[in-house]
């Protein structure tokens, strides 16, 4: 299942690009939507405040905070990888800037009227969004220890906070609809990846530290 996602979300992402990079009809229909997305009734407080979501002041420390409670969590209970989860979703934020910044040079996309300057494609707001809060997220799960309807709504919550966010950066003019959507392609893949990774190398929350007898059991 992950590995259809991943080639799914890759395989839009390079749609997306060629699209935008070779002035196609998305491009140009895409244009046409964003200039439409900005006549939207919505006040501009409030798109400024769902834009600024995705501004690293706000998503990264969210993240950090997350993490730093994990850590401490699966280290108090003994996992002998405690350090391992945190570290994947540092590295998964760091990966954003390393990723966003060579292809905005190299697509080299203008921005919407009023905007400045090339370097449109992909949306770095939107990328540390997707990756700060997904990242978090899926940290928190396994501490999630309710009903799956609990989990879901914490998935769920997380989708429509990346939505507004992606929607206060069309609806204010800072970017068109294709470089939200090609981030969320883009940094989704990066998701499904660090989410194999915390399966596959993480620990169960609870698990007992070698020393106790009973050694910890990684995720399935």
Same mark, same amino acid.
């Given at each position: 299942?992950?590995? &259809?996602?991943?080639?799914?979300?890759?395989?839009?992402? #390079?749609?997306?690009?060629?699209?935008?990079?070779?002035? #196609?009809?998305?491009?140009?229909?895409?244009?046409?939507?964003?200039?439409?997305?900005?006549?939207?009734?919505? +006040?501009?407080?409030?798109?400024?405040?769902?834009?600024?979501?995705?501004?690293?002041?706000?998503?990264? +420390?969210?993240?950090?905070?997350?993490?730093?409670?994990?850590?401490? &969590?699966?280290?108090?209970? #003994?996992?002998?990888?405690?350090?391992?989860?945190?570290?994947?979703?540092?590295?998964?934020?760091?990966?954003?800037?390393?990723?966003?910044?060579?292809?905005?040079?190299?697509?080299?996309?203008?921005?919407?009227?009023?905007?400045?300057?090339?370097?449109?494609?992909?949306?770095?707001?939107?990328?540390?969004?997707?990756?700060?809060?997904?990242?978090?997220?899926?940290?928190?799960? +396994?501490?999630?220890?309710?009903?799956?309807?609990?989990?879901?709504?914490?998935?769920?919550?997380?989708?429509?906070?990346?939505?507004?966010?992606?929607?206060?950066?069309?609806?204010?003019?800072?970017?068109?609809?294709?470089?939200?959507?090609?981030?969320?392609?883009?940094?989704?893949?990066?998701?499904?990846?660090?989410?194999?990774?915390?399966?596959?190398?993480?620990?169960?929350?609870?698990?007992?530290?070698?020393?106790? #007898?009973?050694?910890? &059991?990684?995720?399935?």
């Amino acid at each position: 299942m992950r590995t &259809q996602a991943l080639s799914a979300l890759l395989l839009l992402f #390079g749609l997306l690009t060629w699209q935008v990079a070779g002035k #196609g009809p998305l491009r140009r229909l895409d244009e046409r939507f964003g200039l439409a997305a900005r006549q939207t009734r919505l +006040p501009d407080t409030v798109a400024e405040f769902f834009a600024d979501l995705g501004s690293v002041t706000i998503a990264v +420390p969210v993240l950090a905070g997350v993490a730093g409670y994990v850590a401490w &969590q699966a280290r108090r209970t #003994g996992a002998p990888r405690w350090w391992l989860p945190p570290l994947a979703a540092t590295l998964a934020m760091a990966a954003v800037p390393l990723l966003v910044v060579p292809l905005k040079l190299l697509i080299d996309r203008p921005g919407p009227p009023g905007m400045a300057g090339h370097g449109f494609y992909p949306s770095g707001h939107t990328a540390t969004a997707a990756v700060a809060y997904g990242a978090a997220t899926l940290l928190m799960l +396994p501490y999630l220890r309710g009903s799956a309807y609990t989990r879901r709504e914490v998935v769920i919550g997380c989708l429509l906070l990346n939505a507004t966010v992606g929607f206060g950066l069309v609806r204010r003019g800072y970017h068109w609809p294709l470089d939200v959507l090609g981030s969320w392609c883009l940094f989704g893949a990066l998701l499904v990846v660090l989410s194999a990774c915390l399966d596959r190398f993480g620990d169960e929350p609870g698990s007992s530290s070698p020393s106790s #007898g009973s050694p910890a &059991q990684p995720s399935p």
